[in-house]
C-alpha cells in the first residue's frame, strides 16, 4: 500500500470536530445533544447580505481577480478606514475564509524551519496551517488564574531565537475569550521592532467586546506599518460562516507582492461571497447592538452557571464568544468523549471541545474545556444543568478543581 506523507502524519486532527462521529452516534440513539464545541453563530445573518445573494443577475459565474474585486476591496477599505486603519484597496486581498488568510499569510512571511511564538491556548488550526508549512510554533504559556491574559514580554524574550520571524495574537481571543488592552499591545509594538518581528492579528471576533470595553487593533499602533498583519474573516461578524470570506491586510507592499502570489496559484475567492460581503458592509450599527447585547447575555448565564458548579472554575472573558473552563476531571479528552458516549441526563448531553488541542505544550490543558456560548440562554442552562449532573458521576473526577495551570 502506497505511504502516506509525513507530513500528513503529523497533521494535527482538529479538537473542535474530531469528536463528530461521536455526537452523531448520540444522536442516532435518540439523545439531545447541546453543541458548544464549535463557534458557529445561531444569529441571523444580516438581511441585506442574503439579500444581495438573491437578487444576483449574471450571466456568467466568473472568475475574480486574485486580490479580490476592487468593488469589495474598496467596500472593505470603507469598514476599515471607520475603524481607523488607514488603508487603501492594495493593502487588502481577499482570501477564502479566515483560514486562507492565516495560510497565506504564514506562507508569505515564513520559510520552513523559521519559528512563530504564539500565545496559548491558541486557535487549533494555527497548529495544523504551521504544519502544512513546516514553520515551528513556540507556545507561551499564558494562565486561567489571570483571565489568560498576555504574558510577560520577558517571557517572549526568552523564546526568540535567530528563527524567530512572526508572534500571533487572537483579539479577542479564541478559545478564551481574552480581549487584550492597550499596555499589552503597546508591549508587542515594542517587542516586534526590537527584533524586527511580525504581528499576526487574527480579528475573527473584532465586533465582540463586552462591558463597554474597546478593541484595540496593532493596526492602531504608530510605527509598525511594515510588520503587522491582520486576518479577518466575515464569518463571525455576520454570522456568515458558511460564506468561506476572509480577507489579509497588510500595509507591506513587498509582503502584499508575495502574497499575491499565492493567491493567483490558488486562483480566486468566490464571486457570489464577495457580492455578499459588500453588502454586508452596509449592515446597520442596531444588529451589531442586538448581537452584543444577546451575547453579554449568554456570557453572563454561563459564566455564572460554570461558577456555581461545585469544582468547576471559569473566568469572564471580554470578548468572542468562548470561555475556557477548568473542570475536576481527569481527562478533559477522555471527558469529553464520556459525555457523548456514556452520559444522558434526562435523554440530553453536551458536547465541548477539550482544550488540549488549543495547546501545544504537552500536557496543559489536561483538566480544561473550551465552550461556545452560540445556543440561546435557555438551551445554556439546560446544557449546564447536564454538565453539573455529569460531573457528579463521571468515573475519573477529581477531588476539585486545582485552579493552576501546568507549569505555574
Not at 478606514?81 to 481577499?94: A, E, Q, R, S
Not at 517587542?191 to 492602531?220: N, Q, T, V, W
Not at 500595509?251 to 507582492?257: D, E, F, G, T
Amino acid at each position: 500500500m502506497p505511504k502516506i506523507s509525513q507530513k500528513g502524519q503529523r497533521m494535527p486532527a482538529s479538537p473542535i470536530r474530531k469528536l463528530t462521529p461521536y455526537a452523531d452516534k448520540a444522536k442516532l440513539d435518540g439523545k439531545k445533544v447541546y453543541h458548544l464545541n464549535i463557534g458557529q453563530p445561531d444569529i441571523e445573518t444580516p438581511e441585506g447580505m442574503l439579500n444581495a445573494i438573491k437578487n444576483i443577475d449574471f450571466k456568467v459565474w466568473a472568475y475574480t481577480p486574485s486580490e479580490g474585486t476592487l468593488s469589495y476591496r474598496k467596500k472593505l477599505t470603507e469598514y476599515y478606514n471607520k475603524l481607523g486603519y488607514n488603508i487603501t484597496p492594495d493593502n487588502i486581498i481577499v482570501t477564502t475564509g479566515g483560514s486562507e488568510a492565516i495560510n497565506i499569510a504564514m506562507m508569505a512571511t515564513l520559510d520552513a524551519g523559521d519559528e512563530v511564538i504564539i500565545p496559548e491556548p491558541f486557535y487549533a488550526n494555527y497548529n495544523g496551517f504551521a504544519s502544512q508549512s513546516d514553520i515551528v510554533v513556540k507556545p507561551i504559556l499564558s494562565y486561567i488564574d489571570n483571565g489568560f491574559a498576555l504574558p510577560p514580554i520577558s517571557e517572549f524574550e526568552k523564546l526568540i531565537t535567530d528563527k524567530t520571524k512572526a508572534i500571533i495574537i487572537c483579539n479577542p481571543n479564541n478559545p478564551t475569550g481574552y480581549l487584550y488592552s492597550q499596555e499589552e499591545l503597546d508591549a508587542l509594538k515594542v517587542l516586534a521592532l526590537k527584533y524586527d518581528l511580525y504581528i499576526f492579528s487574527d480579528e475573527a471576533y473584532r465586533e465582540f467586546c463586552y462591558d463597554g470595553r474597546s478593541f484595540i487593533s496593532p493596526m492602531h499602533l504608530d510605527g509598525l506599518d511594515d510588520n503587522v498583519v491582520v486576518m479577518d474573516t466575515v464569518s463571525k461578524r455576520y454570522s456568515a460562516c458558511g460564506a468561506r470570506l476572509g480577507c489579509m491586510i497588510t500595509k507591506n507592499k513587498q509582503l502584499i507582492s508575495a502574497a499575491l502570489k499565492f493567491a493567483q496559484a490558488r486562483l480566486s475567492a468566490g464571486m457570489v461571497e464577495q457580492i455578499a460581503g459588500e453588502a454586508a458592509v452596509d449592515t446597520p450599527d442596531k444588529y451589531f447592538e442586538a448581537v452584543n447585547k444577546e451575547y453579554t447575555s449568554r456570557r453572563d448565564t454561563l459564566v455564572n452557571a460554570l461558577n456555581n458548579i461545585d469544582g468547576v472554575y471559569c473566568p469572564n472573558p471580554g470578548g468572542a464568544f468562548y470561555v475556557v473552563a477548568q473542570l475536576p476531571i481527569d481527562n478533559a479528552d477522555k471527558f469529553c468523549q464520556w459525555m457523548l458516549e456514556s452520559f444522558t441526563h434526562n435523554n440530553q448531553t453536551v458536547m465541548m471541545a477539550p482544550a488540549t488541542g488549543f495547546y501545544s505544550t504537552p500536557g496543559a490543558g489536561y483538566n480544561e474545556v473550551r465552550m461556545a456560548y452560540v445556543l440561546n440562554n435557555d438551551d445554556l442552562k439546560a446544557a449546564m444543568v447536564c454538565l453539573d449532573e455529569a460531573l457528579k458521576v463521571y468515573p475519573g473526577r477529581t477531588v476539585s478543581s486545582e485552579h493552576l495551570a501546568i507549569g505555574k
